[in-house]
Nanobody, 119 residues
Framework: QVQLVESGGGLVQAGGSLRLSCANS????????MGWFRQAPGKEREFVVS??????TTYYADSVKGRFTISREKNTVYLQMNSLKPEDTAVYYC??????????????WGQGTQVTVSS
């Protein structure tokens, strides 16, 4: 059974940092692009960032550019979040893309990890 396990969420003050991790149990996912999404209460799930299978190409939502950094190593994808704002509060989900290069969200999702930023 395919598993994507996120971790690293928590409560942090505005201006603080967190590092999220997403570990996958399926080795073939290492050949796919990966992405992070988030969903705040009462809002739709939104795209945050993606990374291709090589780690060389990334795409960021405008709202997180310059503050968040995605990276990947072996079977884990990381999301370093700096200068956090209260509006970053959400459940963060990782997603396996449909292919290795061009980002398009796929059907595999993790269970989510809660990030709460206090003002």
């Amino acid at each position: 059974q395919v598993q994507l396990v996120e971790s690293g969420g928590g409560l942090v003050q505005a201006g603080g940092s967190l590092r999220l991790s997403c570990a996958n149990s399926e080795r073939t996912f290492n050949l796919y692009a990966m992405g992070w999404f988030r969903q705040a209460p009462g809002k739709e799930r939104e795209f945050v960032v993606s990374i291709d299978w090589t780690g060389g190409t990334t795409y960021y939502a405008d709202s997180v550019k310059g503050r968040f950094t995605i990276s990947r190593e072996k079977n884990t994808v990381y999301l370093q979040m700096n200068s956090l704002k209260p509006e970053d509060t959400a459940v963060y989900y990782c997603n396996v893309g449909l292919n290795g290069r061009t980002w398009a969200p796929g059907n595999y999702w993790g269970q989510g990890t809660q990030v709460t930023v206090s003002s």
